[in-house]
């Protein structure tokens, strides 16, 4: 399995532009998957629901299986919150994993810039940041602009910058 993220601030476009990579990816033959990090507490299950009733009556871990999907919902009451490293065995293996977020870890990933969303560049201090792909011109970028219109060419990218996941390094202390 491969790894490769798209980082950026919040509004910067990082999930609408996976979904225009995965369909591309997949076209090419590749089995995709996603780790998505969540800044804010988030519920994948629907208050009133029995894995959502077991879970709030204080289970760790609720596991819901049907004929078409199943989720574990792991709820970390006062653990901390896991490290890319620790996620990416709990995935099945693919040939592509696409980490959207993430942005301070030290995996290779592509930044998705936006002027108007006010904030500032990342790549300046992030030597992970193999590419950047925006709607606008990036005079002072170190590393390749790509426009965030031309999915097939940050396909490309991804594809060539993609590490092996084993060789992801935790981000705890002294690491």
Partial sequence: MRIIGLAGWSGAG??????????????RG???????????GFDIDLPGKDSHRHREAGATEVFVASGVRWALVHELRDEPEPD??????????VDLLIVEGFKRHRHPKLEIY????????????????VAITSNA???E???????????????????V????AERLKPMREGS
């Fill in 14 to 27: 990082k999930t609408t532009l996976v979904t225009q990579l995965i369909p591309v990816f997949r076209a």
């Fill in 30 to 40: 590749l089995k995709v998957s996603t780790v998505k990090h969540a800044h804010k």
């Fill in 84 to 93: 890319l490293a620790d996620i990416i065995p709990m995935l099945a293996s």
């Fill in 114 to 129: 936006r002027p108007e969303v006010g904030k500032p560049l990342l790549h300046p201090d992030d030597d992970y940041i």
């Fill in 137 to 139: 011109e990036v005079p």
């Fill in 141 to 159: 970028a170190k590393v390749p602009v790509i426009p965030i219109g031309d999915i097939e060419k940050i396909a490309d990218v991804m594809t």
């Fill in 161 to 164: 910058e993609a590490m092996p």
